[in-house]
Nanobody
Framework: QEQLVESGGGLVQPGGSLRLSCGGS????????IGWFRQAPGKEREGVSC???????YYSDSVKDRFTISRDSATKTMTLQMNSLKPEDTAVYYC?????????????????????WGQGTQVTVPS
């Protein structure tokens, strides 16, 4: 089964920045709509930002203007640059992809058990 692998999580102070990377399956990273999802304790998993194979993007309202998603075909990775981090950004962040649908569709609808998922990386922003 194709795999995705996240890296770059950690502890950062409010207002700081962090950069997440997703690697693994070059096929998924090139041809799927892929994105970042997060799950905070006691909350449902939510789509944060997604990018389609044609580089269309989607951002949830909670991260718009603070996070930037990008895909690098040379390194076959996807990154999420997170700036102005807040305590409410604390969550496990997952990289995931689906072989159909645009960025908005995938971010709003993709659930575990469908598509391809990584194992997650913890991001902690203390209050």
């Amino acid at each position: 089964q194709e795999q995705l692998v996240e890296s770059g999580g950690g502890l950062v102070q409010p207002g700081g920045s962090l950069r997440l990377s997703c690697g693994g399956s070059a096929f998924i990273l090139r041809y799927y709509t892929i994105g970042w999802f997060r799950q905070a304790p006691g909350k449902e998993r939510e789509g944060v930002s997604c990018i389609s194979s044609s580089d269309g993007t989607y951002y949830s309202d909670s991260v718009k203007d603070r996070f930037t998603i990008s895909r690098d075909s040379a390194t076959k990775t996807m990154t999420l640059q997170m700036n102005s981090l807040k305590p409410e950004d604390t969550a496990v962040y997952y990289c995931a992809g689906l072989n159909h649908g645009g960025a908005g569709y995938v971010c709003r609808n993709l659930q575990p058990g469908f598509g391809s998922w990584g194992q997650g990386t913890q991001v902690t922003v203390p209050s």
